[in-house]
């Protein structure tokens, strides 16, 4: 499994002076997109349906599918 890369530091800016994505963000969001999103713990294995997004569960404290 991929390494989860840990939340940059409050004082890292997540765009740059051209608007652009810093590089201690985009090596954030990329370690996370690398993982992939069922892969977490704390999302339901059940495939979401046409449509569906992903709602958090308060009971389960899982991200489950649902219709928003």
């Known amino acids: 499994?991929?390494?989860?890369k840990p939340i940059p530091n409050p004082s890292v800016p997540m765009v740059d002076g051209t608007g652009r994505i810093t590089q201690a963000w985009f090596e954030?969001?990329?370690?996370?997109e690398?993982?992939?999103f069922a892969n977490l713990s704390d999302v339901s294995a059940t495939a979401p349906g046409n449509g569906q997004v992903a709602?958090?569960?308060t009971t389960t404290r899982k991200w489950t599918p649902?219709?928003?």
């Open 1 to 4: 499994m991929a390494m989860l």
């Open 28 to 32: 954030y969001f990329k370690s996370r």
């Open 34 to 36: 690398l993982i992939g």
């Open 55 to 57: 709602i958090y569960n």
């Open 66 to 68: 649902g219709t928003n």
